[in-house]
């Protein structure tokens, strides 16, 4: 139980093209969901908070207009990097949590999308 | 701000025996604890956790210590085998929001 899906899994594009990564919570409903990038050898930073049904929250420092988040329904959250750069190029990973376990703090990932911007 | 320090940030151990990774956590409040093993090029995957009512879980190999009079908890992994070779995070909550404070990470190497 509690798995958390991404696609893509990996994804190549130029520079100044968007591009949408999916999360799903695949045995659960998810109240709310966290979007993170991951550097090589660096630890999870974390970039925004969603709920369902109501705007993301973005941690200092990351643009909502570039980091576009929806949380349309209970298991899907998308994050949109718009106009990506090259310096956009990381590892995305997406966690949730589980609705049904009350008040837990307790996230679940999912597998990460890797973005390269050429 | 909070924040959670963790050591070292790696370890080499021979296969069969233990390890121990540290973390100390700043903010009172906290009081969930979890711990994380990370692949290379995959997502987190939830090992064990505590809450601050517990001083201790055990899952088969696997254990946490909480101390909450001094802020920190461990990992402790015993008869090592080559896959438990990852990167460890340590994470404290802020109890305010449900998110998460994380660890710098500890890379484990299991030698043969």
């Known amino acids: 139980g509690a798995v958390v899906s991404q696609h893509p899994s990996w994804v190549i594009c130029k520079s100044g093209t968007s591009v949408k990564i999916e999360c799903r919570s695949l045995d659960f409903q998810a109240t709310t969901m966290f979007w993170y990038r991951q550097f090589p050898k660096q630890s999870l930073m974390l970039m925004a908070t969603?709920?369902?049904?109501?705007?993301?929250?973005?941690e200092q420092g990351v643009e909502k207009d570039k980091f576009l988040i929806n949380h349309a329904s209970l298991t899907l959250s998308t994050l949109t990097v718009t106009s990506a750069h090259p310096e956009d190029s990381s590892f995305y990973i997406c966690?949730?949590?589980?609705?049904?376990?009350?008040?837990?703090?307790?996230?679940?990932f999912g597998p990460g999308t890797r973005l390269t911007v050429l | 701000g909070e924040n959670v320090e963790q050591h070292p940030s790696t370890l080499s151990v021979q296969e069969g025996d233990s390890a121990v990774i540290k973390c100390t956590y700043s903010?009172?409040?906290?009081?969930?604890f979890p711990w994380y093993k990370q692949e290379l090029g995959k997502g987190p995957q939830l090992i064990i956790d505590?809450?601050?009512n517990v001083g201790e879980k055990k899952d088969q190999r696997i254990a946490v210590t909480l101390n909450k009079t001094a802020k920190h908890f461990s990992l402790h992994i015993t008869e090592t085998q080559p896959e438990d070779s990852a990167v460890y995070f340590c994470a404290a909550n802020k109890a305010s929001n449900y998110q998460l404070i994380w660890g710098a990470g500890t890379k484990l190497i299991i030698k043969p």
């Open positions: 505590i809450r601050s």
């Open positions: 966690s949730a949590r589980d609705r049904s376990r009350g008040s837990t703090d307790t996230q679940y």
């Open positions: 903010d009172s409040a906290s009081n969930y």
């Open positions: 969603s709920n369902e049904g109501s705007k993301a929250t973005y």
